[in-house]
């Protein structure tokens, strides 16, 4: 019977264990995906000195080892990356809202794929 019981509670926390997992991983979609590359950006040494297509590169590289080309994300940067500066961000933000996703911002590419000046 004490075998039994303990056999239980090991499953309990395993089963616990994969679930969490789970879920914690469906909490971050493709678009957050994005965003973290972005964050990950941020953190390089000298941004500030990328060109617009080096930034486009460093994201696409990220990309290319996280998302799949069918990823709602991935297909949204394809578009977007290369669009008018002024409308990149707001282009990506509405790919984002039309997947379901309304709530979904990242300041990191806001700042760093609209920079004010190149």
Not at 45 to 59: C, K, N, P, Q, T
Not at 104 to 113: F, G, K, N, P, T
Request: net charge negative; glycine share 4%.
């Amino acid at each position: 019977m004490k075998a039994k019981f303990i056999g239980l509670i090991v499953v309990f926390f395993v089963v616990s264990a994969t679930a969490f997992t789970f879920l914690s991983k469906v909490d971050e979609n493709d678009f957050d995906i994005v965003c973290s590359s972005f964050k990950e950006l941020s953190k390089e040494g000298d941004v500030d000195a990328l060109s617009h297509e080096e930034r486009v590169a460093y994201i696409t590289k990220k990309l290319d080892q996280k998302l799949t080309a069918d990823d709602n994300a991935y297909e949204a940067w394809m578009a977007t990356s290369s669009a008018v500066e002024g409308q990149r961000y707001m282009l990506f933000k509405m790919a984002a809202d039309s997947t379901g996703y309304e709530s979904w911002s990242c300041e990191e590419m806001r700042s760093l794929i609209e920079p004010s000046s190149e």
